[in-house]
């Protein structure tokens, strides 16, 4: 391990816990300028940092089998348990198989009944010059939408009111927890204690959904009831509670902040960018037309899919860790097994190495047609969900979750931002904006759009 360079920043005790803490976007930024492979020191805990989207690349699927969840995911065990997020070998390979069905086309058609009508709903509530808090909006929108797609019955109301209450604590105590050394896991500082106390509250109420559901014996189309029925074509086994229980949780853990983000980033984005935003609405109007907004229009929406890929590729991911299992060499650096290798979505989608302009927003950069030829690699090393066989396996419902409503909403509403006003990062598990209050002007005097699944 001394062998690998040392990140700049570092102080006797407690290594490099000062700047990354105070500014954890932009320690993290920086570590590139030291290295593609960097030491990090968290009090006296080393953990070794990628910077580099070929090395990242790398770990998800050229040497994926020679790593295993690390740290991260080891803090999260409170909440996700032996979910997919952190499952390894034969058990993650299980679990995946059996969930997958729930992700297909046709079942995420049917989910786009709960988007459309909570699209719908969403922008039937806004007012013309009223001021909202889009963060806040967004962030009750995503969570609503997904506990709702999880729990289609009654039975599942008080699973929808503890989410919307917990899931937000979980998110704003994570990354705390993830760069603490291990010896305060069990201290009960704040972080701790708020983030164990929403995520027992969290996984009890799950249990007694799962077990509500299984003694109605009704049959439903949601999330929930399909990993219930699930079973393995070869041995006919199905996932016990705890694993569904799991799932779920994971499932809220992963989908919530994500999606709530990009939704109040694109929002934000596109009123900086009107030109950006007068070609969505005309494709939302080529594509769509007159009728009502389907879920079969997503496929077609390709400058709203530039759009967001560009929101992502900004406002992505802060951190995710691995864990080597065998010794492993990245780059120039040989880590031996068990090393914690951390790496940023957030810091990768900016390197200026690959993307021109990289701090810019440039949904073009991403069609085929608009991109200049220097440009052709960013594809290949771009993966905000994940890749290989740990892609994240909600990446379609996301992305449909958020096409379908900007396509609901949009035409109808302008959202303005407040004159005057810098929207600045707060770090969680995305790089989400802190505050973004935007005022609401109606599109135009035409009647609502609708939407259908």
């Known amino acids: 391990m001394r062998a690998i360079p040392r990140a700049s920043g570092w102080l006797p005790l407690v290594g490099h816990l000062r700047p990354l803490l105070r500014d954890p976007l932009g320690f993290i930024s920086s570590l590139r300028e030291d290295g593609d492979v960097v030491r990090v020191e968290l009090g006296r805990q080393p953990m070794v940092f990628v910077n580099s989207a070929e090395l990242v690349h790398d770990i998800y699927v050229k040497q994926a089998r020679a790593f295993d969840k690390g740290r991260l995911f080891d803090r999260m065990a409170p909440l996700v348990g032996g979910g997919l997020a952190s499952a390894d070998g034969e058990t993650h390979l299980r679990h995946r198989r059996l969930i997958q069905p729930a992700f297909h086309r046709q079942r995420l058609a049917g989910y786009g009944d709960v988007i459309a009508r909570r699209a ?9 010059g009223r001021e909202v808090a889009v963060d806040e909006l967004m962030s009750d929108y995503a969570i609503g939408t997904l506990a709702e797609t999880m729990f289609a019955s009654d039975l599942g109301r008080p699973a929808i009111r503890a989410v919307r209450r917990d899931i937000p604590v979980v998110l704003d105590t994570m990354l705390t927890r993830a760069l603490l050394p291990p010896v305060l896991d ?18 009890q109420v799950i249990d007694d959904v799962i077990t509500a559901t299984r003694q109605a014996d009704d049959t439903h189309a949601d999330l929930l009831s399909m990993l219930l029925a699930a079973r393995d074509e ?4 199905g996932l016990t ?3 569904v229980r799991d799932e779920l949780a994971t499932m809220l853990f992963a989908g919530t902040e994500t999606v709530a983000s990009t939704f109040a980033w694109t929002f934000h984005e ?3 960018h009107p030109e950006a935003e007068q070609r969505l609405l005309a494709e939302i109007d080529e594509v769509v037309g007159s009728g009502p907004v389907a879920f ?15 929101v992502i590729r900004l406002h992505g991911v802060v951190l995710l860790a691995r864990r080597t299992a065998r010794p492993v060499r990245l780059g120039d650096a ?28 440039r949904p073009e950069r991403w069609l085929a047609d608009d991109r200049p030829a220097a440009s052709e690699p960013v594809r290949q090393t771009f993966t905000p969900y994940g890749a290989g066989n740990r892609m994240c396996i909600g990446d379609a419902f996301a992305r449909a979750e958020i096409a379908l409503t900007l396509a609901t909403v949009l035409p109808r509403w302008q959202l303005r931002s407040r004159p005057g006003y810098a929207v600045q990062e707060a770090t969680a598990a995305m790089a989400r904006p802190k505050h973004v209050p935007m005022t609401v002007h109606p599109r135009s005097m035409a009647p609502p759009r609708q939407s259908a699944a």
């Open 120 to 128: 719908r709903d969403l922008a039937d509530s806004l007012e013309p």
């Open 186 to 203: 069990r201290l009960p500082i704040p972080a701790n204690r708020r983030f164990l106390a929403a995520a027992a509250r969290l996984r």
């Open 234 to 237: 070869e041995t006919g086994a």
């Open 241 to 243: 509670d705890a694993e």
């Open 270 to 272: 596109l009123a900086e």
């Open 296 to 310: 079969r229009h997503v496929r077609e929406l390709t400058y709203t899919r530039a759009v967001l890929d560009e």
């Open 334 to 361: 040989d880590l031996p097994a068990g090393t914690e290798v951390a790496f940023s979505l957030y810091a990768v989608n900016r390197d200026p190495r690959i993307y021109a302009d990289a701090d810019a927003f």
